[in-house]
């Protein structure tokens, strides 16, 4: 694996590669690997000739200070997870290669980006799009991959592609999850065995809405869900929605694709899930 940590020359490798008519494909990521990253890096592999994986933890996508600061930091370890699993280049940059001193631009996707985790994270995905966009000038992937995981920023990414006419096609990766069904997180390692034990109430929940779901029975069952996560210890339920796979408003029976999606603090940890329960 080839590690670059400045802009230009993993560029310039990369345009070389696809000149020659190689295929690339891309995993963004903010490190503190595991299964879920690694399950991404597996589908570029079997799709394309080259694997590019990103790790930076991009500082314009927290709101909160507190949380950037504490955020896991382990480039030695993912980058032998990463030669393990065959990525071809890996490209690590430091802050100041991604960002001039006070940048004062965004990109505007519309109301999507002020739903749900933008409710709550007012300005993170114009953080998302805008390191995402600075990445894709970078890297010439054709293909770039992303999971499923985080739901909301897929499709964000999908509209400023459509918007922007991007020449990357998206791809969407299952949710890897632990044995006892909590969707793999970098932010897992911040869990108590106690916070472990609660957390599992999220996935529970989205299973079980999604074993009753009929499209006639949306508000009840939102309305369940919130009960079964306000009912357990230790867990801090922010938004539980039943959302239309495309607006993300509370879904209609005529909605295309439905998506439960759920964000909770357990304990000092933010963990967002989701399920998809009709379409897709
Ligand atoms: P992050 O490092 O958290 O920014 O994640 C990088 C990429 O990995 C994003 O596209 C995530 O959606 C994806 N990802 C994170 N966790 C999982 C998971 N448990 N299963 C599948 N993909 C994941």
């Given at each position: 694996m080839k590690t670059f940590t400045t802009k230009q020359p993993v560029h310039q490798y990369l345009l070389q590669l696809k000149a020659t008519g190689k295929s690339i494909g891309f995993v963004a990521t903010m490190g503190a690997l595991h299964q879920g990253h690694l399950s991404l890096i597996q589908l570029a592999k079997q799709q394309n000739d080259i694997v590019v994986c990103s790790i930076f933890v991009n500082p314009t996508q927290f709101n909160d200070p507190k949380d950037l600061e504490k955020y896991p930091r382990t480039l030695d370890a993912d980058s032998r997870l990463l030669e393990g699993a065959g990525c071809d280049v890996l490209f690590a940059p430091g802050v100041n290669q991604m960002y001039d001193d006070n940048e004062q631009w965004h990109l505007n996707i519309g109301e999507t980006e002020h739903l749900l985790e933008g409710e709550f994270r007012p300005g993170h995905y114009q953080g998302v799009t805008q390191v995402v966009y600075k990445l894709f000038n970078i890297i010439p992937a054709g293909r770039a991959y992303f999971g499923q995981k985080d739901y909301q920023q897929f499709l964000i990414i999908s509209k400023m592609v459509q918007m922007l006419k991007l020449p990357v096609e998206l791809v969407m990766c299952p949710i890897m999850r632990e044995p006892g069904g909590l969707a793999m997180s970098s932010?897992?390692?911040?869990?108590s065995a106690d916070d472990r034990q609660h957390a599992l109430v999220l996935s529970g929940t989205l299973n079980h809405i999604k074993d009753k779901f009929t499209p006639d029975n949306i508000a009840a069952l939102k309305q369940e869900a919130a009960q079964l996560i306000n009912a357990e210890p230790g867990v801090a339920l922010e938004y539980f929605e039943i959302a239309d796979g495309e607006t993300l408003h509370e879904a209609t029976p005529q909605s295309k694709t439905i998506v439960a999606l759920v964000a909770a603090k357990v304990g000092n940890t933010r963990l967002i899930d989701n399920v998809v329960l009709a379409g897709g």
């Open positions: 932010r897992n390692v911040h869990l």
